[in-house]
């Protein structure tokens, strides 16, 4: 990015400087595309896609719907899934331009790339949001955003040492319904916040410890068909067999590729809840874990500033848990309860409210264009050098808080855990817990 | 077992069709969960058994697994002992990481030799994980090795140990080293020099300062310049040059 002199270019210094100016500012109305069809090319932000599969989609979709930002090159492991984003970023821009790539690399090296949309398995997100990050580029990345908590704490810092916008996949964020919620929680509306709670799925579909077994060995696809071998990347070495990399989440649920089930919802949930709580630079300090691995669980935590979070089963497949008021408003639901009030709400945006607060909440807010507003909210933070909703930081803290989670519910004992060290008091166990091997040449 | 050539293996999923897969049958040979029951002596026969075919890994696999929550320094030997095997060495990595006794550092050191390329590479960062003070010599002298990729590796470690002693060694190293390493030096220094903010300020601000000049690769340069910026504001004062400090 450095011109022939070696000097940093204007743009470079934009991607730096700006994260740390004390005042606002001041950027013109065309940079931000407020004026559509009138971007100029060099003003528009180039984005690459790395491991777009369904979920992906989604957000490819939304980006070629903006005049600002400019959809140039898709990698992908699966020589399938390159031509057919190829093809569709082609069709929307009337081109042939959409260059396709096997491995990251090569997309982290063109220095006209600005940002990354990264939508692989989990167990790449933090390894390629770190090398992205100090390849210059600024990351959107799904969820959940990493595998320990050691991953999480790497990540923060190698966005914090690069000064690159992070924005992760955790859009209830910019959804409105969940905005309300979590501006009621904040402004003292429920009264002094006592408990949150934090849908975090069912056990019936992502139980809270993944397996360790692994499936029967198939033979590989060539290489330029399907690199296996590139597709685990930092995870330890197992036969192939389809079933893993099939679209859908195959690798979900198994101990190397998946987090488990409280971390699936619990990326969003939870992280809505320490929002909410006002502990987004923290974590939870208490963790009580309840059931097991084949039943409805619950982790009751407790935050520094004495809120409890419940992380629960979702219960939205039937089954029944205690009565204690939760009405499981559909997925990723969470529910804020104060001293003299609460509120409930979760995908589809239907607010549930005490009956103080009727009138004042309205009983639907649409999240229809949740993806697109937390979409805009990254475009404009590459923009301005601010930071985005769910930044490293935030993702981090719920990230950990997750993780510790899980920790308490694979031990089945109960943990205190010290943010400032973070480290668990008193249990080696736990705190060997904290971090895996990533497979060579692989680091994060 | 690799079948080189392959396009549709068995299994995979028929054309046209949508939804999930079912599930395939978990063979015996793959359950993990009586290998996870066992004690320490019993893993550790485990780690000794014949066989490289993906049913004798798997069983260290998980046996590994299990070392990393419960191994004792008595697990370290064993588990040195797959360090230089592809398919094994990073479950044996995994439970080296974790065991808090420092002879899990001893056998990684002393496992350095002993390898190479991408096995070196995995010790070299178990090493940067457990971030032992008592490797940047040896760390050095691979910085200063034919293989660009290990001594890349090797730089990032000492950077992430930090110190006194890396800091001198990564300089020193950023001045005499091949082209091909330069990155991974730069990068080292970088880390280095974010590890010593909150003891050695000064000391940091002048490895940033370094960083900033224009012959460094940008992975570096633009975030050591990036963190003199916010060094200068978390003080709230304004920012000068280090050798004013």
Redesign the interface.
């Given at each position: 990015m450095s011109n022939r002199n070696g000097l940093v270019t204007r743009r470079d210094f934009m991607k730096t400087a700006g994260a740390v100016a004390a005042a606002p500012l001041i950027v013109p109305s065309s940079v931000l595309g407020q004026r559509a069809g009138a971007v100029a090319p060099s003003d528009k932000v180039a984005i690459a896609g790395i491991g777009i599969g369904s979920r992906g989609m989604a957000s490819v979709n939304t980006v070629l719907r903006y005049e600002d930002v400019r959809f140039v090159a898709i990698c992908d492991l699966k020589r399938e899934r390159r031509e057919l984003v190829k093809k569709l970023v082609d069709e929307r821009y009337e081109t042939s331009d959409c260059m396709m790539y096997a491995y990251h690399e090569e997309v982290l090296a063109r220095p006209d790339i600005d940002a990354v949309i990264i939508a692989t398995p989990e167990f790449w997100h933090a390894p390629l949001s770190v090398q992205s990050a100090y390849a210059g580029k600024d990351v959107f990345c799904e969820k959940p955003c990493s595998m320990t908590i050691q991953e999480s704490r790497a990540l923060a810092d190698a966005l914090r040492r690069t000064g690159r916008i992070y924005q992760a996949g955790t859009q209830r964020r910019n959804g409105p319904n969940f905005v309300w919620a979590v501006e009621a929680a904040r402004t003292g509306k429920l009264g002094k916040l006592q408990t949150v709670h934090a849908n975090v799925g069912t056990y019936l579909m992502w139980p809270p410890i993944p397996s360790k077994d692994w499936l029967p060995a198939e033979p590989e696809l060539r290489k330029e068909v399907f690199d296996w071998d590139r597709w685990l990347g930092p995870c330890p070495w197992r036969p192939y067999n389809s079933f893993y990399v099939t679209g859908g989440g195959g690798w979900t649920n198994w101990y190397d590729f998946h987090g488990g089930g409280i971390l699936e919802w619990g990326s969003h949930t939870v992280d809505l809840c320490q929002w909410a709580a006002d502990c987004d630079e923290t974590h939870a300090i208490e963790y009580v874990p309840q059931g097991a691995n084949g039943a409805p669980y619950q982790v009751h935590c407790t935050y520094p500033n004495g809120v409890k979070l419940v992380m629960r089963d979702g219960n939205n497949l039937g089954e029944r848990l205690p009565n204690d008021g939760w009405l499981g408003m559909g997925s990723c639901s969470v529910r804020f309860e104060g001293d003299s009030g609460w509120v409930e709400t979760g995908d589809g945006g239907k607010i549930a409210v005490s009956d103080d607060l009727r009138g004042e909440a309205p009983e639907r807010l649409s999240d229809r264009l949740v993806l697109d507003n937390h979409w805009r909210d990254f475009i404009w933070c590459i923009k301005t050098r601010s930071q985005p909703r769910a930044n490293a930081d935030r993702a981090c803290n719920s990230h950990i808080t997750c993780h510790a989670a899980y920790i308490a519910f694979e031990l089945g004992r109960k943990l205190t855990w010290d943010p400032a060290k973070e480290e668990f008091v008193n249990d080696a166990e736990a705190n060997r817990m904290r971090s895996r091997a990533v497979r060579k040449p692989w680091a994060i | 077992?690799?079948?080189?050539?392959?396009?549709n293996?068995?299994?995979?999923?028929p054309a046209g069709t949508s939804?999930?897969?079912e599930?395939?049958?978990?063979?015996a040979e793959?359950?993990?969960e009586s290998i996870?029951k066992l004690d320490q002596a019993a893993l550790l026969r485990i780690l000794g058994e014949p066989g490289s075919e993906?049913a004798a890994?798997?069983r260290k696999?998980?046996a590994c697994?299990r070392l990393?929550?419960?191994g004792t320094k008595d697990s370290v030997p064993p588990l040195a002992a797959l360090l230089g095997d592809?398919?094994v060495?990073?479950?044996a990595?995994?439970a080296l990481?974790?065991?808090?006794d420092p002879s899990a550092d001893v056998a990684l050191r002393e496992a350095l030799p002993k390898l190479k390329g991408?096995?070196l590479?995995?010790v070299v960062?178990?090493i940067?994980?457990r971030r032992d003070p008592n490797a940047i010599e040896p760390l050095g002298e691979l910085i200063r090795g034919e293989d660009a990729?290990v001594a890349g590796?090797a730089a990032?470690a000492a950077g992430e140990i930090s110190g006194p002693l890396a800091a001198k060694m990564l300089v020193r190293a950023l001045g005499t080293t091949k082209e091909a390493v330069r990155e991974g030096v730069a990068?080292g220094i970088?880390l280095c020099a974010?590890r010593m903010m909150a003891e050695d300020r000064k000391g940091a601000l002048a490895l940033l300062d370094l960083l900033s000049r224009?012959?460094i690769p940008?992975?570096a340069?633009?975030?050591a310049?990036?963190?003199q910026?916010?060094a200068a504001?978390s003080l709230k004062r304004p920012r000068v040059a280090p050798s004013q400090e």
């Open positions: - | 077992m690799r079948n080189i050539g392959q396009d293996p068995a299994g995979q999923k939804g999930r897969r599930k395939p049958e978990i063979p793959f359950k993990a996870e993906p890994v798997f696999a998980i697994k990393a929550v419960i592809d398919r060495s990073d479950y990595r995994d990481e974790s065991i808090p991408l096995l590479i995995g960062n178990s940067r994980r990729a590796a990032l990068g970088l974010d224009s012959d940008n992975s340069r633009i975030p310049m990036h963190l910026v916010t504001a």
